[in-house]
């Protein structure tokens, strides 16, 4: 059985944006959450008063923002911040909290080049295509002498992810070639592979194939991949859904299909949405 937390507070009227992250938060246990999973990813701005007063006005603790505001004033570290939030709450245990304490210390020894490509892993991989092509390109102009050449390899690699997030695969191939060129790694040139596979014509899909047999263990890999991709798709619960919408209309169901069809369109504009903001 997990944890019971008991909620303080109020749920918010008006979420409140962390400023490094763009994460939004609607309560102060969701803030805890944030701190505890995200510890690694909080700086300074983190400590501010506008989360004082988000905390006193829409969440409806005075006290916790007054203790907050001393902190400030004392000139209080981010982690004492940090763990005044946490015990206001009881979310986690004093051991726990010590933790998460040396993790923020440890971390504000990091370089800045450091900090941004830890940014930029965390937009990535919770699909925010805009803030990681930002974070990335951000690293390339401004710490491209502090990256090693393998780290800089890896980031146009995660460029082409980006792009291939974005359904932009020619795109995204040429971020793989650049990967590929400067440290040829199986992984890069299989990302390549896939991509010129979405975006090249079959013919031109094997003649590339043909003029790159030293790499036809990679082609032959992606090739049984995306067969693998397909009968997953086939059996997955999207599929159910737009066959169900698929046999509605050709019932003559025309409302109930449209209704249908609106929803899943509402659905992908708004993941699109989220992935594109800033």
């Keep these: 059985m997990g944890r019971i937390f008991q909620c303080v507070?109020?749920?918010a009227g008006t979420a409140y944006t962390i400023k490094n992250t763009y994460i939004r938060v609607y309560c102060v246990e969701e803030l805890c959450y944030y701190i505890c999973n995200n510890a690694y990813l909080l700086d300074e701005s983190f400590a501010c008063p506008e989360l004082a007063d988000w905390l006193e006005e829409e969440c409806s603790l005075p006290d916790l923002a007054?203790?907050?505001?001393?902190?400030?004033?004392?000139g209080d570290r981010l982690e004492g911040f940090a763990e005044e939030i946490l015990s206001s709450t009881n979310y986690v245990t004093s051991e726990e909290s010590g933790d998460i304490r040396r993790v923020i210390v440890?971390?504000?020894?990091?370089?800045k080049a450091q900090k941004e490509y830890v940014l930029a892993e965390h937009f990535l991989k919770n699909h925010r295509y805009a803030l990681a092509f930002k974070s990335y390109q951000h690293l390339l102009n401004e710490f491209s002498e502090a990256l090693t050449l393998e780290t800089r390899a890896r980031i146009y690699y995660h460029l082409g992810v980006v792009y291939s997030g974005m359904f932009c695969f020619e795109q995204a191939d040429s971020y793989f070639e650049k990967a590929f060129s400067m440290v040829d790694l199986d992984e890069y040139r299989y990302a390549s592979y896939v991509a010129k596979k979405m975006y090249l014509t079959e013919k031109e899909y094997r003649k590339y194939r043909m003029i790159t047999q030293d790499f036809a263990y990679?082609?032959?890999?992606?090739?049984k991949d995306m067969e693998t991709a397909e009968n997953e798709w086939l059996v997955s619960e999207e599929y159910r859904r737009m066959r169900r919408l698929q046999g509605l209309m050709d019932q003559g169901n025309i409302d109930e299909y449209e209704l249908g069809?609106?929803?899943e369109t509402e659905y992908i504009k708004e993941t699109y949405r989220n992935c594109m903001s800033e």
């Design 9 to 11: 507070g109020r749920y």
């Design 66 to 74: 007054g203790r907050l505001r001393e902190r400030l004033r004392s």
């Design 106 to 111: 440890a971390t504000r020894h990091t370089s």
């Design 218 to 223: 990679i082609s032959d890999q992606v090739e």
């Design 261 to 263: 069809m609106d929803a």
